[in-house]
């Protein structure tokens, strides 16, 4: 089974992929530093198996799983997570991924979660699956969209001119999500919406 590791740190990265290659039917043929380079080698060396860290330079885990299945790629995506926040769990099974496990599960574990997932399955930490299940992200896309713009420092009318809306649509979408959320404003929005993953 040939693995993609693709993590930012590279100490982490260098021992994850020393203890999988110790493994008899585990072969680490790529060791990526950050998101777009995972993807680069994905698409060059074919992997079965890409085992991704979430939050990388360039592109996330979840950026990359995304371009994957756009891309109707056959290389399974397993994402390893320090983070057990709800919408990176939602947002990694729609692109796809087909483990999502926390990084300081014991090696064994992650071997036993790699065959499933080779074998068609899927394979997520119990520890994460209770907590994923109880917070559903009330925010519709477009609400996502425009709340991850206001993140970046955009304002009513850069977002509206960016998205080909009206500031008064933008302006309805920020208060939706605020309400949704139960936040104070945009900023205590963009705080709870970043807390759960879903931005």
């Not at 979408?173 to 945009?186: D, P, T, V, W």
Request: glycine residues 8%; negative net charge.
């Amino acid at each position: 089974m040939k693995i993609v590791v693709a993590e930012d740190q590279g100490m982490l990265r260098g021992a994850l992929s020393a203890l999988l290659d110790l493994e008899n039917d585990f072969e680490v043929i790529g060791q990526a530093e950050n998101g777009k380079q995972a993807l680069d080698m994905i698409c060059a060396l074919s992997p079965d198996l890409c085992v991704m860290d979430i939050e990388m330079p360039e592109m996330s885990g979840l950026d990359v799983a995304e371009k994957l299945k756009e891309l109707l790629h056959p290389c399974r995506v397993v994402i390893l997570t320090t983070f057990s926040r709800s919408g990176y769990f939602q947002r990694a099974m729609k692109a796809g991924a087909r483990g999502f496990l926390l990084k300081d599960s014991p090696i064994d574990e992650l071997g036993a979660a790699l065959r499933t997932v080779s074998q068609g399955g899927r394979a997520v930490s119990p520890e994460l699956a209770l907590s994923f299940w109880e917070t559903e992200n009330p925010l519709t896309e477009r609400e996502q969209e425009v709340l991850r713009l206001a993140a970046a420092g955009l304002t009513a009318s850069d977002i509206a001119g960016q998205l080909f809306l009206s500031a008064g649509t933008i302006r309805n979408y920020l208060s939706e999500a605020i309400q949704k959320l139960e936040a104070k404003n945009r900023i205590d929005a963009i705080g709870i919406a970043e807390k759960n993953g879903w931005i």
